[in-house]
């Protein structure tokens, strides 16, 4: 059954206003399903749940939280197929590549089940006065989650094991392009064991509205936000009125350096996966292709050879490698970026035309000879094109990579170790793939510097985010 309601309290509900809106399916532009739209009532109800759970939740032992979640994984595991079909019909991501999603979505569950058992404190005596320090971790409040439409499972599932780990109770906003995967989540929740309350799904086209008003509640203390960096400073901006704890998981620019002594096979299969994943609808695609000037024309031709191999179309179908892209506005704006960097003087290595028909479709594209000032350099291109440079010096390439507001993550290919983790420590990003096109993983600490975040989600600390230390000191 494909649930279109709010989820508050354990119930599915119509929105108080009764107002609804459509969910588009990118490979068709048919309408899938209408889904009710939440507005400030609703907001409010599912407040009142939130705060209602927390109790009982935060005082449960670790192992009863820690074995629900485990549940959950077994759930969603068993379940991959069904949460890949309604990922890739939402979304528009290659079948093959919704599966992927959906595995990495359940190994949250499966990671925090195991974190939660390691809040740990902390005793220890106070050097000068001799009193105990105690240090101890707690459950912060209520969080609300804001999760965007690239990934509709797995935003959702780094977001709400962690904090079911530390004890919180939570408030979702789906993107409105891709609500139904989170939605279709909600039973399996509790199936697992979760109680009624604890976690709450509000789709809505009033987003801003919603959330704003979801964050001057003082029973929030917790925001976490994955998006835009646009958005993420206006989010940051109405979390400081109740000065709020804010996780933060915004824009990237990706830089993808290949060096002379690379392996250029390797470096190709990474710089697909880096490109490709996701169709390139992800703040760590590769963005900007920095490859020496020695190995430039070697990587260009193999790469493009790889780019050319893809097949495009529906996900729904077998043998799709690429899907459309998640609606109009996106397709246009990389077809903007593409423009502008042909006009500028880039060479138009592969792809670059619109098909005709339905859907928002956009072919495999590289581009080569890409100059600085193209916008394609400057600004997320969240698509599968490929803007390639070439460098010779070091330094040179290790600046223009850093000369960016963003700093989410970077990929480094060269078979001397030395010189790339010399390199993967110059540059300023919060994660950086070597000799790899794959960052994400849950059990890593995921985020960047600049101005692509705050905090960290996966690894021990994405728990923490959801947590606040309390230090107590103490004589006995």
Request: charged residues 20%.
């Amino acid at each position: 059954m494909q649930h279109t309601n709010l989820y508050i309290d354990g119930q599915w509900r119509d929105a108080a206003s009764g107002d609804r809106f459509d969910v588009i399916n990118p490979a068709t532009e048919e309408t899938i399903a209408s889904v009710a739209s939440a507005d400030l009532a609703d907001a409010d109800a599912a407040l009142d749940a939130a705060q209602a759970a927390f109790g009982v939740w935060a005082a449960k032992k670790p192992r009863e939280r820690s074995e629900i979640l485990r549940k959950a994984w077994e759930l969603m595991t068993a379940r991959l197929d069904e949460f890949a079909q309604l990922i890739t019909l939402e979304n528009g991501k290659a079948r093959a590549d919704a599966v992927g999603e959906a595995a990495y979505a359940a190994e949250f569950f499966r990671w925090f089940a195991e974190e939660a058992v390691r809040a740990d404190g902390m005793i220890t005596h106070a050097p000068s006065s001799g009193a105990r320090i105690v240090v101890q971790h707690k459950p912060a409040g209520i969080a609300v989650l804001v999760t965007p439409w690239n990934y509709p499972a797995a935003m959702g599932t780094r977001k709400i094991a962690p904090a079911l780990a530390a004890g919180c109770p939570v408030i979702i906003k789906p993107a409105s392009e891709t609500p139904l995967t989170m939605l279709a989540l909600m039973p399996l929740l509790e199936e697992a064991g979760v109680p009624k309350g604890l976690v709450n799904v509000l789709p809505s086209k009033k987003s801003g509205r919603l959330v704003d008003h979801m964050l001057h509640d003082p029973r929030v203390r917790v925001i976490s936000f994955t998006g835009s960096t646009e958005v993420g400073r206006k989010l940051l901006h109405s979390a400081a009125d109740q000065v709020l704890k804010p996780a933060m998981e915004l824009g990237g620019n990706a830089p993808l350096i290949v060096f002379e002594d690379a392996d250029i096979d390797k470096a190709v299969t990474g710089a697909m996966l880096a490109k490709m994943r996701n169709l390139g609808e992800a703040c760590t695609a590769a963005n900007r292709f920095y490859v020496h000037e020695a190995v430039s024309q070697e990587f260009t031709s193999k790469f493009c050879a790889a780019m050319a191999a893809l097949t495009m179309g529906n996900g729904m179908e077998d043998g799709i490698d690429v899907g459309p892209l998640v609606n109009a506005d996106t397709r246009d704006k990389v077809a903007a970026f593409v423009a502008d960097a042909v006009a500028k003087g880039a060479r138009l290595e592969l792809g670059g035309i619109l098909p005709n028909g339905k859907g928002y479709y956009y072919p495999p594209t590289v581009l080569s000879n890409v100059p600085e000032t193209a916008d394609c350099v400057n600004d997320e291109i969240f698509g599968p094109v490929a803007a390639i440079q070439s460098f010779t010096d070091e330094d040179d390439v290790i600046r223009r990579a850093n000369n960016t507001e963003y700093g989410l993550v970077a990929y480094v290919f060269s078979e001397n170790m030395k010189r790339a983790m010399q390199v993967c420590e110059r540059l300023e990003y919060g994660m950086v793939g070597l000799n790899r096109g794959l960052v994400s993983d849950p059990a890593a600490p995921f985020g960047g510097v600049k101005q692509s975040g705050l905090g960290r989600e996966g690894g021990h600390e994405g728990m923490l985010e959801f947590m606040e230390t309390q230090y107590i000191s103490a004589e006995w």
